[in-house]
């Protein structure tokens, strides 16, 4: 049980430093003055593939949050939070 739970953990984290790639790349476009560069295109199209089939549909039950000409995406910041805690949990087995 404890392999299982080892390689769960390991593969969790490996979703969250993605998450934390499209965070950061999403960041990098939106800050930018400049035309986006094509690795930073890539970038987020590849970070995007690998986290939005599970953010969508937290996305559909939790909407971003408009605040002026800003929105939070709260289901990113709960997908985020509940694979910190499964990877912990994983761990922990």
Do not use: N
């Not at 965070?23 to 295109?41: C, G, H, K, N, R």
């Not at 690998?50 to 929105?71: F, K, N």
């Amino acid at each position: 049980m404890a392999l299982i739970g080892a390689l769960i953990g390991y593969v969790l984290s490996l979703f969250i430093l993605v998450l934390l790639v499209r965070m950061v790349l999403d960041w990098i476009q939106m800050l930018s003055t400049s035309p986006s560069a094509e690795w930073l295109v890539k970038g987020r199209r590849i970070a995007h593939s690998c986290t939005e089939p599970i953010i969508a549909p937290v996305r559909r039950v939790l909407p971003p949050i408009r605040a002026g000409g800003m929105s939070i995406d709260l289901a990113f910041t709960l997908v985020f939070i509940a694979a910190i805690i499964l990877r912990s949990i994983a761990f922990s087995l």
